[in-house]
């Protein structure tokens, strides 16, 4: 079993920076192909951003590409969104996820076998 648990959300002005950490325990981290996905209020849950089981490769979702990023330190079983330049429409519950294998980078949420408890970041104007 799995346990994903995310931290660093919270409350910045529009054009701030926050970066978000998905601590794991369990079965080895550094198997896993890792994804960031978010939830606004009233909507369904969006890819963010994933990650290899290296870290050597990574995807974004357009409303993500050139402000956020993802990483990983297997060292230390994280991974890692930073987000800069925000705008209040990323306000959401962020939940990172974990899937067991596979080299290629994974956009939908039934292709993850495990997810965090999620970390509200509400980005004011």
């Known amino acids: 079993q799995v346990q994903l648990v995310e931290s660093g959300g919270g409350l910045v002005q529009a054009g701030g920076s926050l970066r978000l950490s998905c601590a794991a325990s369990g079965r080895t981290f550094s198997i896993f192909p890792m994804g960031w996905f978010r939830q606004a209020p009233g909507e369904e849950r969006e890819f963010v951003a994933a990650?290899?089981?290296?870290?050597?490769?990574?995807y974004y979702a357009d409303s993500a590409k050139g402000r956020f990023t993802i990483s990983r330190d297997n060292a230390k079983d994280t991974v890692y969104l930073q987000m800069n330049s925000l705008k209040p429409e990323d306000t959401a519950v962020y939940y990172c996820?974990?899937?067991?294998?596979?080299?290629?980078?994974?956009?939908?949420?039934?292709?993850?076998?495990?997810w965090g408890q999620g970390t509200q970041v509400t980005v004011s104007s």
């Open positions: 996820a974990g899937r067991t294998g596979g080299s290629k980078l994974f956009t939908l949420r039934y292709e993850y076998d495990y």
């Open positions: 990650i290899n089981w290296s870290g050597g490769s990574t």
